[in-house]
C-alpha cells in the first residue's frame, strides 16, 4: 500500500534569526558610514524586505492539518486552513523547511511550505522521500524530455 495520512501541528517559522540580522545590518551601516539618512534608508528597507517575506511565508505555510499522500499516482491532499490537491511540480529542501509547489486540478500552481519540527521524524523522511524522488506524471509521458 504506498497510501499515506500525516499530520502536522505548529508549522510555524521563527523569524527571530532574519529580524536580528537585518536590525544588525542597518546598525552596521550606520557605523560605517556614519550618516543618519543612509541608516534610516538601510533600517526602511530592511523592515520592508522582512514584512514581504514574513507576507509570502504566512500565506504559504499553514499552521496545522494533514497531508494524504498517495504514492503510486504521486497525488498529494493538503488538508489544513486552505485545501490544496494535486501533482507536485517541483520540491525544494530548505534547511528544516520543504518547500512543495503543487499543480492542482484548475492547472493553477500553489506553493505550499512544511518544517520538520511540525510532524515525527518516520512522517518527514516519509514526506521527503515522497516530494523529492517523484517527478510530474504529466513530465514523465513526454517524450521530449
Known amino acids: ?3 499515506y495520512k500525516i499530520i502536522f501541528a505548529d508549522n510555524r517559522q521563527d523569524f527571530r534569526v532574519l529580524a536580528l540580522f537585518l536590525s ?10 556614519g550618516h543618519l539618512i543612509s541608516f534610516l534608508f ?5 523592515v520592508l524586505a522582512f514584512l514581504l517575506f514574513y507576507k509570502i511565508t504566512q500565506n504559504t505555510t ?15 491532499e493538503v488538508h489544513s486552513e486552505r ?3 494535486g501533482h507536485i511540480i517541483s520540491a525544494q529542501l ?4 520543504l518547500s512543495l509547489k503543487i499543480r492542482t486540478i484548475q492547472e493553477k500552481s500553489e506553493t505550499i511550505q512544511i518544517l520538520a519540527s511540525s510532524m515525527s521524524e518516520k512522517d518527514w523522511r ?4 515522497f516530494a523529492l524522488n517523484e517527478k510530474d506524471p504529466i513530465l514523465k509521458n513526454d517524450s521530449n524530455i
Not at 538601510?42 to 530592511?46: F, G, K, L, Y
Not at 499553514?62 to 498529494?76: F, K, Q, V, W
Open 1 to 3: 500500500m504506498s497510501k
Open 24 to 33: 544588525v545590518l542597518s546598525f552596521a551601516t550606520f557605523l560605517v558610514s
Open 42 to 46: 538601510i533600517s526602511i528597507a530592511a
Open 62 to 76: 499553514p499552521l496545522s492539518g494533514t497531508l494524504l499522500l498517495d504514492c503510486e499516482d504521486n497525488y498529494i
Open 83 to 85: 485545501a490544496v490537491s
Open 94 to 97: 530548505q534547511f528544516s523547511v
Open 126 to 129: 516519509r514526506i521527503c522521500r
